[in-house]
């Protein structure tokens, strides 16, 4: 299994990027599949996930600015970023695994594999 992020880069605050996450040895329609990010001295959160059942998950703090997507034909998740905010800047992380806990959200522990990560940097 290989999980390749691409996209990250550096943008404005108020700007947009969209993040890619092309997977091989899996198929992302029968696997949740979720953007982590890291902020240098933070812990690894959650940012958007999709799963085979209904409903995308999104982080409180990016709500209504990230949108994600998926296209079978390609194998690759999408992350659409808009209206950049400088505390985006981060390591994004692309996961895949059996699914995470709809109470709790999505936790690393629940991901079995992981792609190399891209940086956003998000200037003000």
């Known amino acids: 299994v290989q999980l390749v992020e691409s996209g990250g880069g550096l943008a404005q605050a108020g700007g947009s990027l969209r993040l890619s996450c092309a997977a091989s040895?899996?198929?992302?329609?029968?696997?949740?599949i979720c953007w982590f990010r890291q902020a240098p001295g933070k812990e690894r959160e959650g940012v958007s996930c999709?799963?085979?059942?209904?409903?995308?998950y999104y982080a409180d703090s990016v709500k209504g600015r990230f949108t994600l997507s998926s296209d079978g034909a390609k194998n690759t998740v999408y992350l659409q970023m808009n209206s950049l905010k400088p505390e985006d800047t981060a390591v994004y992380y692309c996961?895949?695994?059996?699914?995470?806990?709809?109470?709790?959200?999505?936790?690393?522990?629940?991901?079995?594999?992981w792609g190399q990560g891209t940086q956003v940097t998000v200037s003000s």
């Open positions: 040895g899996l198929s992302v329609g029968d696997w949740a």
């Open positions: 996961a895949a695994g059996p699914g995470w806990d709809q109470l709790q959200g999505p936790r690393v522990v629940d991901f079995n594999y």
């Open positions: 999709t799963e085979p059942r209904p409903g995308t």
